[in-house]
């Protein structure tokens, strides 16, 4: 049975149900707004990459059973729609979660350029259901990026000469550098630009270095960290086909340095790859870790009929 045509668990009466407009019983805003010209408002679009909004919700069963039948599939339905139109829009991604565990119920990624667009969608989805039934339990702001310690054109010239034993200028050093340049270009639009992957399992936790004395990140050298990060990425590849990774930037807009997403297709992954790299030294002594939150990425109407009958 279609979860957005009839809800499980509503009430049999609908009598008395009210309409998710009356319910609200706020003042229109031309009521409360005084009068104003028309105002331009200016996108802001990073120089790179997107921003990434990771929203939590959990749901108020009170404000949901005041709902009449008519009412909760009025609001299935219209949250539907905001989806829909979301993910209608120009390089915008929304994932929807079903959440495990009680520290959320719904989950939601959204991938979009503008923040402006992420603002406005984010309020749209938190009301979508109407009043104080979707209540914010976390969310993450932060956006995609480069990596500071990828291998740059110069590093990948000494490693022909040194490591291949290729001479700068020779048919082969030429060839294996143009093959390098399209692998590095799609690697870094990917970065910047991810498609993100319609896997079940999804894992979202928040990381950053360490400050402490002797554990400081930030202290050690650049080629010291560099080689370090280099040893850690050869552990991540070791996972390749298993598991799907977005690594974003938050330093200045949310409580960490990085939010890392991870897309599976089952948990033994998930939980495979995160034990194994903190064994690296980047993590066993560098690493902070924030709450892990796991979702089963599914169908809007799937992810509906679990949180919602």
């Known amino acids: 049975m279609d979860f957005l045509t009839c809800w499980p668990g509503a009430r049999t009466s609908t009598a008395q149900s009210r309409s998710l407009d009356r319910r ?49 599939i009025a609001a299935g339905k219209n949250l539907k729609r905001i989806v829909e139109y979301i993910r209608k829009q120009k390089d915008t991604q929304l994932l929807c979660f079903s959440m495990i565990g009680p520290k959320s119920d719904i989950g939601f990624m959204l991938l979009t350029p503008d923040l ?94 360490r400050r402490n004395v002797e554990q400081n990140w930030y202290a050690s050298d650049f080629e010291t960290r560099r080689k370090l990060m280099g040893g850690h990425a050869k552990t991540g590849r070791a996972w390749h086909g298993k598991i799907r990774q977005l690594i974003t930037g938050s330093t200045g807009l949310d409580e960490a340095e990085w939010g890392v997403t991870l897309f599976a297709h089952n948990t033994y992954d998930v939980k495979g790859i995160v034990y194994e790299m903190r064994f690296d030294e980047v993590s066993a002594v560098y690493a902070e870790f924030g709450d892990f939150y796991i979702g089963l990425q599914l169908p809007l109407g799937e992810v509906l009929h679990r949180v919602l009958s």
Not at 25 to 35: G, K, V
Not at 43 to 71: C, I, K, M, R, T
Request: charge should be negative; hydrophobic fraction near 35%; aromatic fraction near 12%.
């Open 116 to 209: 402006q667009d992420a603002d406005k969608f984010a309020k749209q989805l938190a009301l979508a259901l109407g009043p104080d039934v979707l209540v914010p339990a976390y969310s993450y702001l932060s956006m995609t990026e480069l990596s500071e310690y990828t291998t740059t054109e110069a590093d990948f010239k000494k490693e022909l000469v040194e490591k291949e034993n290729l001479t700068e200028g020779t048919e082969a050093f030429e060839a294996r550098l143009t093959e390098w340049r399209a692998r590095m270009a799609k690697y870094n639009h990917d970065r910047l630009y991810p498609n993100m992957p319609d896997w079940q399992v999804f894992c979202f936790y928040n990381m950053s270095k």
């Open 24 to 72: 609200r019983n706020l003042p229109t805003m031309r009521a409360i707004m005084p009068h104003q010209e028309p105002t331009e408002i200016k996108p802001v679009v990073p120089q790179d990459g997107w921003h990434v909004l990771h929203l939590f919700y959990n749901l108020n069963q009170s404000a949901w059973s005041q709902l009449g039948d008519d009412e909760q």
